[in-house]
């Protein structure tokens, strides 16, 4: 027994991941289940905006099946390194996190074994875990409400921009007197 | 005169602009151009990684016209505040690195007046602001080629998880005692 993720069927959502991130990766999918989970517990019609505590596939779901992107600003990534997300109203910060909980995986080890990096890939039965995400849905999902600290909520940038004297590029005059990248943050040789 | 932006037709990418970012922003709009400029100027069918200089709009341009997002770990955002982005062979480090760029924006004054944040929204005259965009296409971006540094080429993450004594989550053993979370970058009241 499959339920909906969001308005689509379960394969329409395989097909969608497939396009958007490359292959059907398994924490796209449950991330598929725990954002249908989390938006179903928000109240009707709230304005949300998402964060997500890994930069590992589940910002993509969020992408996917949410109105928040990273470029639009609507998506924090918080590299936390757990397999979180919360969306939260925008005004008052309130919300509901949801997380892929281990104590819940009992009934379906592979996922477990995946999760916890038990296995190695190769030694990873692929065809179970599939199955296995299917069947658990979000019946190995916890959730509770929050509310999100200010520090946290992403401030749209507002400041004056003006072009490095260095690079002359544009940049956001509040970073200082040349641009981050001139400050020795240039990622290129 | 409009070029395609990768395979689509620019009106084709507007619309798909739309369903992901919501709304067909400006910055997405050049950044499909700058994305398609980037793709050209790569050796042909080279697997390439993305780095993206700013949080805003451009990365999700890179997500729809490229394989790389922020979920597979192909995009890495720097928020350097510079309107640029370089794609880069995975193995070899080398690419190439577009920016939009203030001296070749003569000919369209009200791309300039919105990149360099000299109007209102209110004051601009959004009309023209799409046109201008559309008529620019590649003539306001440059491009050179470009090495990455090995710190700024995103490391997968492929250590040894375990369950956090304080949250009961999974986590990075290699983050210390406890997750990220409890070591106090938790973002929940
Ligand atoms: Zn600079
Ligand atoms: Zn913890």
Redesign the interface.
């Known amino acids: 027994m499959t339920s909906k993720i969001m308005s689509y069927s379960y394969d329409e959502y395989i097909e969608l991941v497939r396009s ?3 292959f059907p ?1 398994p ?2 999918l449950i991330g598929g289940f725990m954002v249908d989970l989390a938006v179903k517990n928000l109240p009707e019609g709230v304005l949300y905006d998402a ?1 997500c ?1 890994t ?7 969020i ?1 996917l099946l949410t ?1 928040c ?5 609507w998506l924090t ?8 997300l ?1 969306l939260y109203d925008k005004y008052t910060h309130e919300g509901v ?1 949801v ?5 819940k995986m009992g009934p379906w080890q592979e996922v477990r074994n995946w ?3 038990l296995k190695t890939k190769q030694e990873q039965d692929t065809e179970r875990l599939y199955r296995e995400i299917q069947e658990a849905g979000q019946d190995m999902l916890s959730l509770r409400p ?4 200010p520090e ?1 909520v992403q401030e749209k ?1 507002k400041g ?5 004297p260095k ?6 005059v509040s ?1 200082g007197e040349v ?3 001139c400050q020795g ?5």
């Open positions: 958007f991130h490359g990766a924490g796209v964060l505590e930069k590992t596939c589940l910002p993509d779901a992408q109105p992107t990273i470029g639009n600003g990534v918080l590299p936390l390194g757990r397999y979180a919360s996190r997380y892929l909980d281990e104590a999760f916890m990096k929050v509310k999100l600290k946290f940038h004056k921009v003006a072009l490095c690079c002359g590029e544009s940049y956001p970073d641009c981050l990248g943050s240039d990622p290129y040789f």
